[in-house]
């Protein structure tokens, strides 16, 4: 059994970056609701085309909505020996609904990587300049900052009452400096 570990953090930590690192190391899917929805949106189908101005002004999809993805996603044969979600869940009530479809103790430990907010927005502004991202600009990167803030940090809370360890990781530095810390987390937890 592969293993099944969610990463938590605000936006430019560098989830996406260590995820997509770790779930080559691990050989499990790297699973994240952000890339499938922009995948979406690029492609024009009905999911992307509801959800286009809602990432665009950094707000939440409707749960509904992304908790449907993240099922059919996980019901996929890659995703049977484990996985790595990345940006889901993003609030209690996907917390919840993540629950019930994986069964009680399927979740083994979050890892929850942070940064200054200095430096989250500038690594967003310069990912603007370099990539272009519709939501990576000043005004929707501070609603993103207060989106988590408000409905994704209480699941820092949420998952040890609930039976999953959080390991919090410095997300400053750099990326193999991150990555180093994560590879050393994951070997003590
Ligand atoms: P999502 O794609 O999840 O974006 P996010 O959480 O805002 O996070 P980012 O991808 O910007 O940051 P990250 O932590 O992954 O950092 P990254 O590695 O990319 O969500 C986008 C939108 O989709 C949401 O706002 C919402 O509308 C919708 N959505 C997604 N999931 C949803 C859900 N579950 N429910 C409802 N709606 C949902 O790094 C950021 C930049 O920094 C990159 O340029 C990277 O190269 C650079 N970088 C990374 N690490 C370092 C480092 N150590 N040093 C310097 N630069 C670094
Ligand atoms: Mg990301």
Redesign the pocket.
């Known amino acids: 059994m592969g293993r099944r570990l969610l990463?938590l953090?605000?936006?430019?930590?560098?989830?996406?970056?260590?995820?997509?690192m770790l779930a080559r190391t691990l050989g499990v899917p790297h699973i994240?609701?952000?890339?499938?929805?922009?995948d979406n949106v690029e492609r024009g189908t009905e999911l992307g085309m509801k959800?286009q101005a809602?990432?665009?002004?950094?707000?939440?999809?409707?749960?509904d909505?992304?908790v449907a993805m993240?099922k059919d996603r996980l019901g996929q044969d890659d995703a049977a020996c484990g996985f790595l979600l990345?940006?889901?869940?993003?609030?209690v009530g996907?917390a919840r609904a993540l629950d019930e479809a994986l069964g009680a103790g399927a979740l083994e430990l979050a890892l929850l990587?942070e940064?200054d907010e200095e430096?989250?927005v500038a690594?967003?502004l310069?990912?603007a300049i370099?990539?272009g991202?519709e939501?990576?600009n000043e005004q929707?990167?501070r609603n993103?900052l207060q989106?988590?803030r408000d409905e994704?940090e209480p699941l820092v809370g949420y998952y040890p009452d609930n039976g999953v360890i959080v390991v919090a990781v410095d997300?400053?530095?750099?990326?193999?400096?991150?990555f180093s810390r994560i590879v050393k987390a994951l070997a003590t937890n």
């Open positions: 990463f953090g605000p936006p430019g930590a560098g989830k996406g970056t260590q995820a997509e994240s609701t952000g890339a499938m929805l922009r959800a809602i990432m665009a002004a950094g707000d939440l999809v409707p749960d909505l992304v993240v990345d940006g889901f869940p993003r609030n996907q990587v940064a430096e989250l690594r967003l310069q990912r370099e990539e991202r939501d990576d929707t990167i993103r989106v988590y994704t997300g400053m530095g750099t990326v193999d400096e991150v």
